[in-house]
């Protein structure tokens, strides 16, 4: 695997991005819940949610048990606890993750949403649409759009600063 | 009924996967941990409004179960379905003649039937080995208990319980109170036990039900009820095994409960903060009187909870190694 040298931009340039927009989407969903998936996902939403000063807690899905794949590879070792520790019936959430790719993800989050509640509407904020959906999804907020080959990954790191990268297999 | 194969070898695949859950003995220390960690995450989808998750869809499991049981019949059915699996419940009287034969027909006719795994309770030690060793390739075996032999999904649910309210088992003192001989149960928690390090593992019971070579076990034996229980952060105690008893093993009940039976006067001795557990069902009365079962320090409920989303765990997890590979998504 090696690294590429295009720089696919500034994370903290496209979190202020995506919070302005959020904001202008809060007017008509008022206070929303904030749900991160599991990893990369819970890191971008931390920080939105401070930034947007969500007043709920922050929720987090690991989708492991709701994947399409497990018959195929098996179970996730590292996998943890969802934790929505409040009730989204009727409430509006924005659902968060660090790459949008295939779309596989978010139907497993959307199913596990479902089994929490009903909530009133869901928004989906991605820091990077990336080219290769395999679904029908759509994020409403982006914070940067890439096209990609399908052996190019893009990866997100968490040292001092947030920071993105794009790999090749 | 003989085994054909080495249970610690086929009870792990070549990556060290789970493919059927047989015995605690031989397992590694940090797949009996992989399987705590997987359970916490399983016991978190009670907090859903649909308590179930689509792992296990379209799988089907079969509770073979030659040998009465409630609890663990139950909690191993709503586990199943808590993953979305089909569940067969198929209780079966052991006829004493041609065990094997007809032990072998049942399994054929139900992997007829594409039935993905066995959950399997019998009164003979070593059948649930016996019946990994012939099931089909893609069917996985679980050891409900067999015999006195072993019961490791109940030892994995009673470390899981033991892990929510003291999280480092290696500063441990636990005490096993009971019918250690007929006990598979306690047999799989010595095994876990020793394998997750704890320190130390006291046992206690009439010599008459304590068996020989426990010592090699890993575990002290204790001359009476106070010594072993003194000082301990956990007390196990187990069921007094009365069908499986043939001879005279005790003197009486009431004798018994002198002498091991728990009660608030005996337990203050053991740690203020210490946790009381049995597997079920209790003989209150002879193994603990009410006052103790239905106690502050009793974790005898949490047990039954936590079995669901422990066996959840080692189902999914034996599910899951037979994946056929592929590659893994993202995004």
């Given at each position: 695997?090696?690294?590429?040298?295009?720089?696919?931009?500034?994370?903290?340039?496209?979190?202020?991005?995506?919070?302005?927009?959020?904001?202008?989407?809060?007017?008509?969903?008022?206070?929303?819940?904030?749900?991160?998936?599991h990893?990369?996902?819970?890191?971008?939403?931390?920080?939105?949610?401070?930034?947007?000063?969500?007043?709920?807690?922050?929720?987090?899905?690991?989708?492991?048990?709701?994947?399409?794949?497990?018959?195929?590879?098996?179970?996730?070792?590292?996998?943890?606890?969802?934790?929505?520790?409040?009730?989204?019936?009727?409430?509006?959430?924005?659902?968060?993750?660090?790459?949008?790719?295939?779309?596989?993800?978010?139907?497993?989050?959307?199913?596990?949403?479902?089994?929490?509640?009903?909530?009133?509407?869901?928004?989906l904020?991605?820091l990077?649409?990336?080219?290769?959906?395999?679904?029908?999804?759509?994020?409403?907020?982006?914070?940067?759009?890439?096209?990609?080959?399908?052996?190019?990954?893009?990866?997100?790191?968490?040292?001092?600063?947030?920071?993105?990268?794009?790999?090749?297999? | 009924?003989?085994?054909?194969?080495?249970?610690?070898?086929?009870?792990?695949?070549?990556?060290?996967?789970?493919?059927?859950?047989?015995?605690?003995?031989?397992?590694?220390?940090?797949?009996?941990?992989?399987?705590?960690?997987?359970?916490?995450?399983?016991?978190g989808?009670?907090?859903?409004?649909?308590?179930?998750?689509?792992?296990?869809?379209?799988?089907?499991?079969?509770?073979?179960?030659?040998?009465?049981?409630?609890?663990?019949?139950?909690?191993?059915?709503?586990?199943?379905?808590?993953?979305?699996a089909?569940?067969?419940?198929?209780?079966?009287?052991?006829?004493?003649?041609?065990?094997?034969?007809?032990?072998?027909?049942?399994?054929?006719?139900?992997?007829?039937?594409?039935v993905?795994?066995?959950?399997?309770?019998?009164?003979?030690?070593?059948?649930?080995?016996?019946?990994?060793g012939?099931?089909?390739?893609?069917?996985?075996?679980?050891?409900?208990?067999?015999?006195?032999?072993?019961?490791?999904?109940?030892?994995?649910?009673?470390?899981?319980?033991?892990?929510?309210?003291?999280?480092?088992?290696?500063?441990?003192?636990?005490?096993?109170?009971?019918?250690?001989?007929?006990?598979?149960?306690?047999?799989?928690?010595?095994?876990?036990?020793?394998?997750?390090?704890?320190p130390?593992?006291?046992?206690?019971?009439?010599?008459?039900?304590?068996?020989?070579?426990a010592e090699?076990?890993?575990?002290?034996?204790?001359?009476?009820?106070?010594?072993?229980?003194?000082?301990?952060?956990?007390?196990?105690?187990?069921?007094?095994?009365?069908?499986?008893?043939?001879?005279?093993?005790?003197?009486?009940?009431?004798?018994?409960?002198?002498?091991?039976?728990?009660?608030?006067?005996?337990?203050?001795?053991?740690?203020?903060?210490?946790?009381?557990?049995?597997?079920?069902?209790?003989n209150?009365?002879?193994?603990?009187?009410?006052?103790?079962?239905?106690?502050?320090?009793?974790?005898?409920?949490?047990?039954?909870?936590?079995?669901?989303?422990?066996?959840?765990?080692v189902?999914?997890?034996?599910?899951?190694?037979?994946?056929?590979?592929?590659?893994?998504?993202?995004?």
């Open positions: 695997m090696t690294t590429k040298t295009e720089d696919p931009g500034n994370v903290d340039e496209m979190l202020e991005d995506m919070a302005a927009k959020l904001r202008g989407k809060m007017a008509s969903r008022p206070d929303p819940i904030m749900i991160g998936i990893t990369g996902g819970v890191v971008i939403a931390s920080r939105l949610h401070d930034m947007l000063g969500i007043a709920e807690p922050l929720g987090s899905l690991d989708i492991s048990f709701y994947r399409d794949d497990f018959s195929r590879i098996g179970m996730n070792p590292q996998v943890r606890p969802s934790q929505i520790p409040m009730s989204i019936d009727d409430r509006h959430i924005i659902l968060v993750d660090d790459v949008l790719y295939t779309g596989r993800t978010i139907r497993a989050a959307l199913n596990e949403i479902f089994d929490y509640g009903r909530p009133a509407s869901v928004l904020a991605v990077v649409e990336r080219s290769g959906r395999e679904l029908p999804v759509a994020a409403d907020v982006v914070g940067k759009q890439l096209v990609l080959k399908s052996k190019e990954h893009i990866k997100l790191t968490e040292a001092d600063i947030l920071s993105l990268s794009i790999m090749e297999t | 009924m003989s085994t054909s194969q080495n249970p610690r070898q086929n009870q792990v695949d070549e990556q060290g996967a789970l493919r059927h859950f047989l015995t605690i003995e031989g397992l590694k220390r940090e797949l009996l941990l992989d399987i705590l960690d997987t359970a916490e995450s399983f016991a989808v009670t907090a859903q409004t649909v308590k179930k998750v689509p792992l296990l869809r379209g799988k089907t499991i079969a509770n073979l179960f030659f040998e009465v049981s409630t609890r663990t019949r139950t909690t191993f059915e709503l586990a199943a379905k808590r993953l979305s089909d569940v067969l419940n198929i209780n079966i009287t052991s006829s004493s003649a041609s065990k094997g034969e007809s032990l072998l027909d049942t399994l054929r006719n139900l992997e007829a039937m594409y993905d795994m066995f959950v399997v309770r019998h009164n003979d030690s070593g059948s649930a080995h016996f019946i990994a012939h099931v089909a390739p893609h069917v996985s075996v679980i050891n409900a208990g067999d015999g006195r032999h072993a019961h490791p999904t109940q030892a994995m649910l009673d470390m899981f319980t033991i892990r929510r309210h003291k999280p480092d088992f290696t500063a441990l003192k636990v005490a096993i109170v009971g019918d250690i001989y007929h006990s598979r149960v306690a047999r799989s928690q010595i095994h876990a036990l020793n394998i997750l390090g704890v130390e593992i006291r046992v206690v019971a009439p010599r008459t039900l304590i068996p020989g070579g090699n076990l890993g575990v002290h034996v204790c001359a009476d009820l106070n010594e072993c229980i003194e000082d301990v952060d956990v007390v196990i105690t187990l069921r007094l095994q009365r069908e499986r008893m043939q001879g005279a093993f005790l003197p009486s009940e009431h004798e018994y409960f002198h002498l091991y039976g728990l009660t608030e006067e005996k337990l203050e001795c053991i740690k203020p903060d210490a946790i009381v557990m049995h597997p079920g069902p209790i209150r009365g002879v193994e603990m009187d009410s006052a103790v079962a239905d106690g502050e320090r009793s974790v005898i409920l949490e047990q039954v909870t936590n079995g669901i989303a422990v066996r959840m765990a189902m999914s997890m034996c599910m899951a190694s037979r994946a056929d590979g592929g590659g893994g998504g993202e995004g």
